[in-house]
């Protein structure tokens, strides 16, 4: 282990950085499954932040343990979805992007002002005692002791991807890919495409609050600013470069994409450049992500072709 | 067992359909024909919920549905197919079928994450209510090919088998034979027929008057979003607004 670890260590790949890793493949599998029921959602950064928040809130003012406060964020990410979902699910394409960037936004906003509302409802409502300071505004909240553990997420990480991979084969997740490829015959056939569209929606918003609570742990601090535009199109490019054609798809698109900056520090300002051009070439050359079952097949055929070649060389060699 | 009063739809400034009255008898293979544009389409939508009516009522079974969602008037007993063949096309030919029976099914995601026998035996009973429907329309040897790769006139079976997969007690075909060879559109006149024996109701949306002669009782002609006759086919073929509307009215000399 000590050997791996070093190796690792070596590249760049630190145990912060992998446990960031694994933290963005959760984020990752939160997207898959919108994208999966043919929404093209970018809510989940604000649901990581209401997760994030939520939950370091509980551990930090209210001596919450780290699981239970987790958890909660994951619920109050799930809470908040139901009655976002319900009017901006009718909105399809690139309209939904727009309307779910505007709800990360504002769940952004909120967070920075929050302290503000509260004091302004406290002297509204003549309140005598100091309003409290929850969210700390853009400074954020400081002093968070690290309590993700590589384990944790790695144990996240196989319980969801079993989630995945019976949601496939299930009754609601043939439902989904219905609903992705006709939403109409989807509904003509039997299906209730609201209300799957929604439980998919909050599915993904509860586990992009877990990833957010998992974060939230993790770096010291959080701060508003963390959870913008950027970090929804953090998130997307995970799945996009993963590819949503399988389900671990995304959980390696996380894992690289992560991976990559660190990998390529040492190139220092050329960071930046190199990391866009390997996004290009495999938006390019591989359209359908790192996870596509079809590529995998025609790497599998070149291997054993490849190792078939070498015996038959072996055996030349032997007559010989 | 379908009733429409008076039933209108209007986008924007044109009227679609115009105080359409229609009456699908229990039993019956009803015809709809009409030029294209008639509104025909706008029809079935407005009878399946994709779509619904600006004014008029529509019941089925008694029930009324003319502001329905599409996949509560499912679950009453109504299926349909589409003009434009409109398939599942990521998935199989049996998964196409077993989506198709959602409705029928009652597994949530909590019985397949624990793999409950409920689980168990409804993806085996879809699976097995799939297979039957293939081997009817004869398409079970392409069972696990993607759909959207299947030849044209098998996509059009398929569309028929998800139709009844439903379970359906009224079947609206949109264009059945579009595209289709004469010996594949007298293939599926049989299929109509056989529909109808096992007690089923169809309505056939049809440009192909030999389909309509082979199959239908009665036949009802939109023009410009009216109802301009009703009648056997016999009735219809002699009648002179309809020839008026499909050929056009002649010249005086």
């Not at chain 1, 649901?47 to 964020?73: C, E, K, R």
């Not at chain 1, 569209?197 to 609050?209: D, Q, R, Y």
């Not at chain 2, 389409?41 to 029930?63: K, S, V």
Request: proline share 4%; hydrophobic share 45%; charged share 15%.
């Amino acid at each position: 282990m000590g050997f791996i670890s070093d190796t690792l260590a070596s590249i760049g790949l630190n145990e912060f950085v992998i446990t960031l890793m694994f933290v963005n493949a959760i984020l990752a599998m939160s997207i898959y499954l919108t994208l999966y029921g043919g929404m093209f959602s970018l809510a989940n950064a604000g649901f990581m932040a209401i997760g994030s928040y939520v939950s370091v809130i509980l551990t930090q003012n209210h001596d919450w343990p780290f699981l239970p406060a987790i958890l909660a964020g994951m619920v109050a990410a799930g809470l908040i979805a139901i009655p976002i979902g319900l009017p901006v699910l009718r909105l399809r394409d690139i309209y939904l992007a727009i309307a779910t960037i505007g709800f990360v936004e504002i769940t952004r906003i909120m967070i920075l002002n929050f302290d503000k509302i509260i004091a302004e409802a406290y002297t509204r409502l003549h309140m005598e005692s100091e309003p409290p300071k929850i969210t700390n505004g853009p400074l954020g909240i400081t002093g968070i002791p690290v309590e993700t553990k590589l384990e944790y997420l790695v144990v996240t990480v196989i319980i969801l991807s079993y989630f995945m991979i019976r949601m496939h084969r299930s009754r609601f997740g043939r439902a989904l890919a219905a609903i992705r490829q006709d939403e109409n015959v989807a509904a003509s056939q039997g299906i209730n495409v609201v209300y799957y569209k929604n439980a998919a929606f909050i599915l993904g918003a509860m586990m992009a609050g877990l990833g957010g609570g998992f974060s939230g742990h993790l770096s010291r601090i959080i701060q508003p600013g963390s959870y913008g535009f950027g970090t929804a199109v953090d998130i997307l490019a995970y799945s996009v470069l993963g590819g949503i054609s399988s389900w671990y798809g995304p959980i390696l698109g996380g894992l690289a994409l992560t991976a990559l900056p660190e990998v390529l520090r040492p190139l220092k300002e050329y960071t930046g450049l190199i990391n866009g051009v390997v996004l290009l070439i495999f938006i390019a050359y591989l359209p359908g992500g790192l996870g596509d079952p079809a590529l995998w097949r025609s790497v599998r055929r070149n291997m054993s072709r490849m190792v078939h070649l070498i015996n038959k060389g072996k055996t030349a060699d032997a007559g010989a | 067992m379908l009733v429409l009063k008076h039933i209108s739809r209007q986008f924007g400034g044109l009227m679609a359909l115009q105080n359409v009255a229609m009456h699908i008898p229990a039993g019956q293979i009803v015809g709809l024909i009409g030029p294209n544009g008639a509104g025909k389409t706008t029809l079935i939508n407005c009878m399946t919920g994709l779509d619904h009516p600006t004014a008029g009522e529509i019941e089925f079974g008694g029930t009324p549905i003319q502001k329905k969602p599409a996949h509560r008037i499912t679950a009453l007993g109504m299926a349909r197919t589409y003009q434009n063949i409109r398939l599942f096309g990521e998935m199989t030919v049996l998964e196409n079928l077993v989506v198709a029976q959602h409705g029928l099914g009652k597994a949530n995601l909590i019985d397949s994450l624990i793999q409950s026998p409920r689980h168990r035996r409804e993806n085996e009973r879809l699976r097995e209510n799939g297979l039957q429907l293939l081997r009817r329309f004869h398409l079970e040897q392409n069972a696990e090919v993607l759909a959207g790769n299947l030849p044209y006139g098998d996509q059009r079976r398929l569309e028929m088998a998800r139709a009844l997969a439903t379970n359906p007690k009224l079947i609206l075909l949109d264009e059945p034979t579009a595209g289709m060879n004469p010996v594949e559109t007298a293939e599926l006149g049989e299929q109509i027929l056989r529909m109808k024996a096992e007690g089923k109701t169809l309505m056939v949306v049809e440009h192909d008057m030999s389909l309509i002669a082979q199959v239908c009782d009665e036949i009802y002609v939109l023009n410009f979003g009216q109802i301009i006759a009703h009648g056997t086919h016999q009735e219809i073929k002699n009648n002179p607004v309809v020839v008026e509307a499909y050929l056009g009215q002649e010249e005086g000399e």
